[in-house]
């Protein structure tokens, strides 16, 4: 999503997208609190619902219907989403730790992140055992069990799959299972029989939890459908091929999927949190961290310590409720609420045959319509999360029209808010007597316009803490500040330039900073230069100093990553305030002055073959996203694509000799085949079923979604030498759709097309394909030629 029109006053972080902080997405969502900014850290986009899993595995359901899409869900309740893993806190300074970005800081932190069964404890389990959780890493393991179980040469005899714990996850996963693995053969031609399931629990009997009545209804269920149950077979080893308890016993086992009690993941441990010998976040009823106030935790993950709470979904699904108003009121300073969990509830257990029983206290029934009513219930909770008022025309005037009252409106209501804190009122974010003067002053000067410069100790403190490359060439830049920088050209070489500027189109700013820094430097690529230097033009919306510290520490340092690794040095820039965070960059690049290793537009040849090294569709999709009509996993895609540098792309193009590139921006792929194509003085054919797009752009413009800018690229389609015959082609739209730090369009000669191909392939850019050939100027006016 875009940035917020207001300013920020408190950062609400949720790690982990579990049962709990879908809930309390949609909670914020349909009743946001003014100033609060949330943001998810997870990492999985799509977040699996686990009542549904087992039909899922059972073949009952596709990947979607079981997963919700954070990057939607995200996008509609307005907050953040980073794609990463929580690897540590820092509690003392209020910043999480990720795998792969800066420090994430946070006034309030409430973590659901589910549990892991604990292999790490048993022998050999870590490396050949499959662990159930976390789910979305499972499911990479399960497909791939399939593909073995598909391709089981029938000389090795029965293939066993093994499954170590027998709880209700266990049972359902043995079940759903075979039910599905014994469907695969059947459509292979080959016997059912050939898999062997085998059913192992350390505890006397299955089901623990669960009524005699339901353990026994299960027990005749395995036992009909031949799976081995192995009770008191505490598994203390798995060696390859088999799996060994502590008694003395050896079992077959060529799969073994690890369903056992679960804990915390190790970077807990450092945390300093109260932890429960599993590892589990201590909470209070309240959902709160017994040692840390501005910590919450629900689902597996926390540890209930008025009395053990199961393992399960439906507590993680009914701990969002209490979770979200705790959240809130702990932001207002408000007396927390006491969670008070049911004792009895009811458990809705599949066969994996479209069969389910169902157990609450010491009831029991089954049937096919429990089954169905299983499935009614489960589809209805996700229908929560999939289904959401659309945004329609988002860009379009009447709508910033609208944005612009309702940003207005809220401004106010929020500036009345702290206004009354003064007076003593607590109905709103608890700010301190500092930070509502500077959260007054960002509102006036958000609804004044604003254009001042940001305070010099903001500046010096988020830039301080950035480490541009050094290089010998320049004389004076950011390590010893002055009023301008002062580089050298070296000998023989020519200075070429470019600038780039734009409003942020994601609310991630150490992602929009990554994009912002490649695109700018894209030009310097495309022209065969060597980026240089680098200075920014920054602007910030105003709002609490902490707060705009932060955002540009973030996006200045995913701008620095990006220049760092393409060796260019930031020498300076200018930060002012704005209504919109935006963010731009003046960039050198070096290149001989006798001009040998420029790749100009003009120089196409007839014979070329056309070359493109990434995806299009950045522009339909980032419409959607605004829309929340784009799945989580496609914004992520995209985003992977736009960060991915054109450096040894344009190193390898050169090497093979291409004799013209340019890199795809605005003007989208036809608008920049054009510029080349003119003034080379060639045609050009464009093969439309060789066009790499990127995942959801088709649908997208399917859905009658394009960018803002698309209309103005559309003029172009008089270049087209027949648009009539391919204006029903899907893809025909995206010729015109505009690119955000897109990939590298060039000509290379034909017998070397082959091998560049190859090496840009093995650098990365995976996508790369041939999409034409430069034809000799025809008579034809248009100058560009579709084939299918
Ligand atoms: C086969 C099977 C079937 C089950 N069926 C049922 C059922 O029918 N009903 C039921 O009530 N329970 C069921 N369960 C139990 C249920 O899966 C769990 O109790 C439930 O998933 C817990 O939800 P949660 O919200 O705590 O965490 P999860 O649903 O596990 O979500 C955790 C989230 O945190 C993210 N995450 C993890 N680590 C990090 C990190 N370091 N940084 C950032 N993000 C992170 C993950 O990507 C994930 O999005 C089943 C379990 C299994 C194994």
């Given at each position: 999503m875009k940035p917020s029109a207001q300013p920020v006053l408190r950062d609400l972080v949720l790690v982990g997208g579990g049962h709990s902080h879908v809930g309390v997405l949609r909670m914020f969502a349909m009743k946001p609190e003014p100033g609060l900014r949330i943001t998810v850290i997870c990492t999985d986009i799509d977040t699996p619902y686990s009542g549904m899993l087992p039909g899922y595995i059972s073949g009952?359901?596709?990947?979607?219907?079981?997963?919700?899409?954070?990057?939607?869900?995200?996008?509609?309740?307005?907050?953040?989403?980073?794609?990463?893993?929580?690897?540590?806190?820092?509690?003392?300074?209020?910043?999480?730790?990720?795998?792969?970005?800066?420090?994430?800081?946070?006034?309030?932190?409430?973590?659901?992140?589910?549990s892991t069964p604990q292999v790490r404890h048993v022998e050999g389990a870590q490396s050949?055992?499959?662990?159930?959780?976390?789910?979305?890493?499972?499911?990479?393991?399960?497909?791939?069990?399939?593909d073995k179980a598909r391709q089981w040469p029938v000389h090795r005899g029965r293939m066993t799959i093994a499954v170590v714990?027998?709880?209700?996850?266990?049972?359902?996963?043995?079940?759903?299972?075979?039910?599905?693995?014994?469907?695969?053969?059947?459509?292979?031609?080959?016997?059912?029989?050939?898999?062997?399931?085998?059913?192992?629990?350390?505890?006397?009997?299955?089901?623990?939890?669960?009524?005699?009545?339901?353990?026994?209804?299960?027990?005749?269920?395995?036992?009909?459908?031949?799976?081995?149950?192995?009770?008191?077979?505490?598994?203390?080893?798995?060696?390859?091929?088999?799996?060994?308890?502590?008694?003395?016993?050896?079992?077959?086992?060529?799969?073994?999927?690890?369903?056992?009690?679960?804990?915390?993941p190790a970077w807990l441990q450092s945390t300093g949190l109260a932890l429960d010998k599993q590892g589990c976040i201590l909470v209070h009823p309240q959902l709160q961290t017994l040692n840390d106030p501005l910590v919450f935790a629900a689902g597996d993950i926390a540890s209930f310590v008025e009395r053990p709470l199961e393992k399960a979904g439906v507590f993680a699904v009914r701990m969002a409720k209490p979770l979200a108003e705790n959240l809130r009121r702990s932001l207002r300073g408000q007396k927390l609420l006491a969670y008070d969990p049911q004792r009895h509830w009811l458990a809705l257990i599949s066969t994996g045959n479209r069969f389910a029983v169902a157990s609450r206290g010491s009831l029991g029934f089954a049937g096919a319509w429990v089954w169905r009513w299983k499935d009614r219930i489960d589809r209805e909770f996700m229908r929560r999360f999939t289904e959401f008022p659309s945004m329609p025309g988002a860009g379009s005037p009447g709508q910033a029209g609208a944005q612009v009252r309702e940003a207005v409106q809220a401004m106010g209501q929020l500036l009345k808010d702290i206004q009354a804190q003064g007076k003593g009122h607590t109905t709103q974010l608890n700010l301190t007597s500092e930070e509502s003067l500077q959260a007054i002053s960002a509102i006036a000067m958000r609804c004044g316009g604003c254009g001042a410069k940001v305070g010099a100790s903001i500046l010096s403190r988020a830039l301080g803490q950035l480490q541009p490359v050094e290089r010998p060439d320049v004389l004076i830049g950011l390590h010893s500040p002055d009023d301008a920088a002062v580089v050298r050209v070296p000998a023989g070489m020519a200075v070429v330039q470019t600038v780039d500027f734009f409003r942020a189109f994601i609310d991630d700013p150490y992602v929009?900073?990554?994009?912002?820094?490649?695109?700018?430097?894209g030009d310097i690529f495309a022209m065969g230069g060597e980026p240089q230097t680098a200075t920014a033009v920054v602007t910030v919306p105003p709002g609490l100093e902490s707060k705009v510290e932060d955002l540009l520490t973030q996006m200045m340092g995913g701008a620095i990553e990006v220049l760092n690794a393409a060796g260019c040095a930031l020498v300076g820039?200018?930060?002012?305030?704005?209504?919109?965070?935006?963010?731009?960059?003046?960039?050198?690049?070096?290149?001989?002055?006798?001009?040998?290793?420029?790749?100009?537009?003009?120089?196409?040849?007839?014979?070329?073959?056309?070359?493109?090294?990434?995806?299009?569709?950045?522009?339909?999709?980032?419409?959607?996203?605004?829309?929340?009509?784009?799945?989580?996993?496609?914004?992520?895609?995209?985003?992977?694509?736009?960060?991915?540098?054109?450096?040894?792309?344009?190193?390898?193009l050169r090497t093979h000799g291409a004799t013209a590139c340019t890199d795809l921006t605005g003007f989208g792929l036809l608008g920049h085949?054009?510029?080349?194509?003119?003034?080379?003085?060639?045609?050009?054919?464009?093969?439309?079923?060789?066009?790499?797009?990127?995942?959801?752009?088709?649908?997208?413009?399917?859905?009658?979604?394009?960018?803002?800018?698309?209309?103005?690229?559309?003029?172009?389609?008089?270049?087209?030498?027949?648009?009539?015959?391919?204006?029903?082609?899907?893809?025909?739209?995206?010729?015109?759709?505009?690119?955000?730090?897109?990939?590298?369009?060039?000509?290379?000669?034909?017998?070397?097309?082959?091998?560049?191909?190859?090496?840009?392939?093995?650098?990365?850019?995976?996508?790369t394909a041939i999409i034409g050939r430069i034809t000799a100027q025809s008579q034809a006016i248009e100058p560009v030629l579709l084939k299918t």
């Open positions: 009952h359901y596709s990947f979607d219907e079981v997963h919700i899409d954070l990057g939607r869900l995200c996008a509609f309740a307005g907050a953040r989403l980073y794609h990463d893993a929580v690897v540590g806190i820092d509690r003392q300074n209020q910043k999480i730790i990720c795998q792969n970005r800066p420090p994430v800081a946070y006034d309030l932190l409430s973590i659901n992140i589910g050949l055992a499959v662990p159930v959780k976390p789910i979305a890493q499972f499911n990479q393991r399960w497909l791939a069990l399939m714990g027998a709880g209700a996850g266990g049972i359902e996963l043995v079940l759903s299972m075979q039910y599905r693995l014994r469907h695969e053969l059947k459509a292979l031609g080959r016997s059912p029989e050939d898999l062997k399931f085998v059913l192992l629990t350390s505890g006397d009997t299955i089901l623990p939890t669960h009524n005699p009545g339901v353990r026994k209804r299960f027990a005749q269920v395995l036992q009909e459908r031949n799976v081995e149950v192995h009770t008191s077979a505490e598994v203390i080893q798995v060696s390859p091929g088999c799996l060994h308890t502590r008694d003395g016993r050896t079992f077959d086992a060529d799969e073994t999927m690890w369903v056992t009690q679960a804990g915390g929009f900073g990554k994009v912002a820094a490649n695109h700018a430097l820039g200018h930060t002012g305030e704005g209504a919109e965070l935006a963010l731009g960059f003046a960039i050198n690049g070096l290149i001989d002055e006798k001009m040998h290793s420029v790749m100009r537009k003009g120089g196409m040849q007839p014979g070329d073959v056309l070359l493109l090294t990434k995806p299009i569709g950045t522009g339909t999709l980032f419409a959607a996203h605004a829309r929340y009509a784009a799945k989580g996993r496609w914004i992520d895609a995209a985003l992977k694509s736009m960060v991915l540098s054109n450096q040894s792309g344009a190193e390898i085949l054009v510029e080349m194509t003119r003034p080379s003085g060639v045609d050009a054919e464009l093969t439309m079923s060789t066009l790499p797009l990127l995942d959801g752009a088709v649908d997208c413009v399917q859905a009658g979604i394009v960018s803002s800018l698309q209309p103005a690229n559309v003029r172009l389609r008089r270049a087209l030498r027949n648009a009539d015959e391919f204006l029903g082609d899907p893809r025909y739209p995206l010729l015109f759709d505009p690119q955000t730090a897109g990939g590298l369009l060039a000509s290379v000669p034909a017998a070397q097309a082959g091998a560049c191909v190859q090496a840009l392939k093995a650098a990365g850019y995976v996508h």
